[in-house]
């Protein structure tokens, strides 16, 4: 999976297609971005999750950083 949204998520992300109108609409969502040089916006991936509410549920989170104790003690 790629750091930064393809053109079709940001297409699917604003409902829109024309570039200014998708800049708009993120502005709107509070989606920071920048313009690349061909005026398509590039968009964090992890931004985008973590003012939406998306990644993974917080269970799942916690369960991947916390140690095995038990299996230290064996």
Do not use: C, Y
């Not at 297609?17 to 964090?44: C, E, H, N, Y």
């Not at 917080?58 to 003690?73: C, K, L, S, V, Y």
Request: aromatic share 6%; no cysteine; glycine share 8%.
């Amino acid at each position: 999976m790629s750091m930064f949204l393809d053109a079709d998520e940001v297409r699917d992300l604003t409902n829109r297609i024309q570039r200014q109108a998708q800049a708009k609409m993120l502005r709107s969502l509070g989606i920071t971005f920048k313009v690349r040089a061909d005026g398509s916006a590039l968009v964090l991936r992890s931004h985008v999750e973590k003012e939406l509410g998306g990644g993974p549920p917080a269970a799942a989170r916690a369960r991947e950083f916390t140690p095995n104790w038990g299996a230290a003690n064996a």
